[in-house]
């Protein structure tokens, strides 16, 4: 938007004219002021930061909090564990859609998955291939957009291939956008760019190369873009990297189509962050407890905490004065700052 569009929004949104705001990350800017925020929802809830969801909430006087996600981040799980979030799971998939069939390799099969590519395209199919960057860099070595699409139409040159990204203008990704959904376009190579919001039925083929650069919740968004029809559908996870490290933490991709499960699995390997810091992962901080072996007391803690701050949410009855005390002594922070 211009900056005089932006002005005129900012006026419409703070004298309460505009009631249902629809945005992106500007909607927390410091110069956004809502007239009364009641509620906020926050869609793809991964693309958000600890800070930026916190910011969202202190726009209002302590508003309704609603967060979406298709890959719940192992933050999130934790939370979920203390109780701080109530949730809402659809575990089933539209009537119709199969199972992704998902595969992790090394480069040594790149020459079958071009053919497989080929096979999938003669059959009337389309496909993506991700990229993690979008032109060549002296600092990484990584598959790039624009020098992987030239290479890919001299291997396949009955494909239609063309490259999406995020430096292009608005217009350009939109037509390129209408012409891969009209299946004018066999092969889309693209950035992360169609990680949302995209929706082509036809195509039954993800292959992402240098998989091992991609977060876990990413790359399990990305392969929400392929199995949309009634079509089998594939996810081909590439890497250059014969780590075992890397190959276990693809591994969870491999053998999981669930948002649920592959958040768990990542918490076991990276840890749920601070909770009352902006660390996204890390080790928890327990005496004695495991938040995996003991996740059912976890939960009935949480469930008591919330009984507790139910009735008394100052803690300042005779009953609560020792557990503000040790409260506030734990977390180092005033009452009115935690989550119980």
């Not at 945005?23 to 007239?35: C, D, F, N, R, S």
Request: one cysteine or more; aromatic letters at 8%; charged letters at 30%.
């Amino acid at each position: 938007m211009t900056k005089k569009q932006k002005e005129k929004a900012y006026e419409r949104i703070e004298s309460g004219e505009s009631q249902i705001i629809v945005g992106t990350h500007a909607l927390i800017q410091e110069k956004l002021v809502y007239k009364d925020l009641a509620l906020v929802i926050t869609d793809e809830q991964h693309r958000f930061g600890v800070c930026q969801r916190e910011n969202f909430a202190g726009k209002g006087n302590r508003p309704h909090i609603l967060v979406m996600s298709a890959t719940p981040i192992p933050r999130t799980l934790a939370i979920i564990l203390y109780g701080d979030l109530d949730i809402s799971i659809i575990d089933e998939m539209p009537k119709g859609r199969l199972p992704i069939k998902n595969a992790v390799v090394d480069e040594s099969y790149r020459k079958n998955a071009e053919s497989f590519l080929n096979r999938e395209v003669s059959k009337g199919h389309q496909c993506y291939v991700i990229c993690p960057m979008v032109e060549e860099s002296e600092n990484f070595e990584a598959a790039n957009v624009i020098d992987y699409t030239k290479n890919l139409k001299a291997k396949l040159p009955n494909c239609k291939i063309e490259y999406l990204h995020g430096k292009l203008k608005p217009k350009e990704k939109e037509e390129i956008m209408r012409r891969f959904s009209n299946r004018e376009i066999d092969i889309l190579v693209s950035t992360t760019v169609i990680e949302v919001g995209v929706n082509v039925p036809n195509a039954t083929v993800m292959l992402i190369e240098n998989a091992e650069m991609f977060g876990l919740a990413g790359l399990h968004q990305l392969r929400g873009r392929v199995g949309r029809g009634d079509a089998q559908s594939y996810c081909i996870f590439m890497t250059g990297k014969k780590s075992e490290k890397i190959k276990k933490r693809l591994d969870i991709l491999n053998k999981s189509n669930d948002g649920f499960e592959i958040a768990r699995k990542d918490l076991e390997l990276r840890g749920p962050g601070d909770f009352f810091g902006v660390r996204q992962s890390g080790d928890f901080d327990f005496g004695i407890a495991d938040v995996f072996a003991d996740s059912k007391t976890l939960k009935e803690c949480a469930d008591a905490a919330k009984t507790i701050y139910d009735s008394d949410n100052t803690l300042s009855s005779k009953d609560n004065i020792y557990l503000k005390k040790k409260v506030i002594e734990y977390t180092g922070k005033v009452l009115e700052k935690i989550n119980l």
